[in-house]
């Protein structure tokens, strides 16, 4: 049985070693677990279904074609609308960025 040590520390610091019990050692999660936790969110943050559609993510694309701010978000909306709980509220989003881009652009003409 592994035991996890900030766990650990944690119950020796609020517990006395006479209230310990063994099932409250065997409910500790261990480090595998916590780092496969971890590793769940960093998926949430990195990598989420929506961004994995197809070969490229939108960032991958975004970057290799030097796209500015505004260009870039229209692309990443337009890349992921169809896989999102709301597709017409993301296509609309890339309209409102590249409506944005419109107007620097004739700001700067």
Known sequence: MKINKEAWRKM???TSLADLHERDLRD???NEDLKA???REANLVDHPKH???GKYEAIDVIE???LDFHCGNAVKYIARHSY???PKQDI???I???QRYLETLDENS
Do not use: G, V
């Open 96 to 98: 409102w960025y590249l």
């Open 37 to 39: 936790l971890a590793c």
């Open 64 to 66: 290799d074609w030097e």
């Open 12 to 14: 020796m610091t609020s």
């Open 51 to 53: 961004y994995n559609i």
């Open 28 to 30: 500790l999660p261990s």
């Open 92 to 94: 609309e989003k890339a």
């Open 84 to 86: 999102k709980e709301s």
